[in-house]
């Protein structure tokens, strides 16, 4: 079974940017959907992103244009790219994978989960 463990979270200012990455572990995430999930405090648990081989991507609405999911298959990584952030964007955020999670935008869909990576965005 992947394990998945992030890293890259922090406190940032309103504008700025983080870059999170999840290292995978004990299998290849060649043949994983792989995504981030986020969640605010007192909120649900969302959907962020998630890429699929080769390369498609997804997005929620909220973060379209600023946050970038990509993988590197040879590392067994995955990164989020977050930009533009807000105070909004703050949580803990999860990277996910599953080898075919539908619906993809539905946390019970992702079957491996890291523990989460705090980010914070400061006004």
């Known amino acids: 079974q992947v394990e998945l463990v992030e890293s890259g979270g922090g406190v940032v200012k309103t504008g700025g940017s983080l870059r999170l990455s999840c290292a995978a572990s004990g299998g290849s995430i060649d043949s994983y959907t792989v995504g981030w999930f986020r969640q605010a405090p007192g909120k649900e648990r969302e959907f962020v992103a998630a890429e699929w081989n080769p390369g498609t991507t997804h997005y929620a609405d909220s973060v379209k244009g600023r946050f970038t999911i990509s993988r590197v298959n040879a590392d067994n990584t995955v990164t989020l790219q977050m930009n533009s952030l807000q105070p909004e964007d703050t949580g803990v955020f999860y990277c996910?994978?599953?080898?075919?999670?539908?619906?993809?935008?539905?946390?019970?869909?992702?079957?491996?989960w890291g523990r989460g990576t705090q980010v914070t965005v400061s006004s």
């Open positions: 996910v994978a599953d080898p075919a999670p539908i619906p993809w935008a539905a946390r019970w869909a992702w079957t491996r």
